[in-house]
T-cell receptor, first 115, second 114 residues
Framework: DAGVTQSPTHLIKTRGQQVTLRCSPK?????VSWYQQALGQGPQFIFQ???????QRGNFPDRFSGHQFPNYSSELNVNALLLGDSALYLCASAMTGQGAGNTIYFGEGSWLTVV | AQSVTQLDSQVPVFEEAPVELRCNYSSSVSVYLFWYVQYPNQGLQLLLK??????LVESINGFEAEFNKSQTSFHLRKPSVHISDTAEYFCAVYFSGGYNKLIFGAGTRLAVHP
């Protein structure tokens, strides 16, 4: 049973460009969340998708957007990249309906470097 | 406001010595508590969690954490560390009604020296 998978693992973009990161949740999971982890910091919640809709959002600008597909996979899009967007982007999945009793699983992350 | 504070950014320790990594939280609602570990250039792995019941929870690799509601703390301890425990440790809190959203502390870098 594959866990949470993310792609690409590493990428380099130029300021002003756009990037799309992808995530496939663990089998059986229907909720996908995205986190940004800047160097030397803890992960920060970006947003969460459930039933193909954004259910809640952290303190991130509209340049950050996402999508969830019918198969529960998800994309994170960042427009007009800034140097400060350089970070590890983590995808997490869970099964709705069990509250905190279910375990939240994280992928290995996508390392984004903006130059 | 809901927040998580890890009081030490770095903890150096010698191999086989005991260690405690501190975590405090602030919340007006019920919480569920987690410790995650991150090895260099890797994602997050769940180390242990407290949901309910016994306030002392243990992991399979010798770590334990105790939930103290009165002190709003969830400190992580290990009686004897190994070189392989060198990693970044994150305390995370799920606040009741939070739809599987975790709030993380800034992390504590545990460096185990021979």
């Amino acid at each position: 049973d594959a866990g949470v998978t993310q792609s690409p693992t590493h990428l380099i973009k130029t300021r002003g460009q756009q990037v799309t990161l992808r995530c496939s949740p663990k089998s059986g999971h229907d909720t996908v969340s995205w986190y940004q982890q800047a160097l030397g910091q803890g992960p920060q919640f970006i947003f969460q998708y459930y039933e193909e809709e954004e259910r809640q959002r952290g303190n991130f600008p509209d340049r950050f957007s996402g999508h969830q597909f019918p198969n529960y996979s998800s994309e994170l899009n960042v427009n007009a990249l800034l140097l400060g967007d350089s970070a590890l982007y983590l995808c997490a999945s869970a099964m709705t309906g069990q509250g905190a009793g279910n375990t939240i699983y994280f992928g290995e992350g996508s390392w984004l470097t903006v130059v | 406001a809901q927040s998580v504070t890890q009081l030490d950014s770095q903890v150096p320790v010698f191999e086989e010595a005991p260690v405690e990594l501190r975590c405090n939280y602030s919340s007006s609602v019920s919480v569920y508590l987690f410790w995650y570990v991150q090895y260099p250039n890797q994602g997050l792995q769940l180390l242990l969690k407290y949901l309910s019941g016994s306030t002392l929870v243990e992991s399979i690799n010798g770590f334990e954490a105790e939930f103290n509601k009165s002190q709003t703390s969830f400190h992580l301890r290990k009686p004897s560390v190994h070189i392989s425990d060198t990693a970044e440790y994150f305390c995370a809190v799920y606040f009741s009604g939070g739809y599987n959203k975790l709030i993380f502390g800034a992390g504590t870098r545990l460096a185990v020296h021979p």
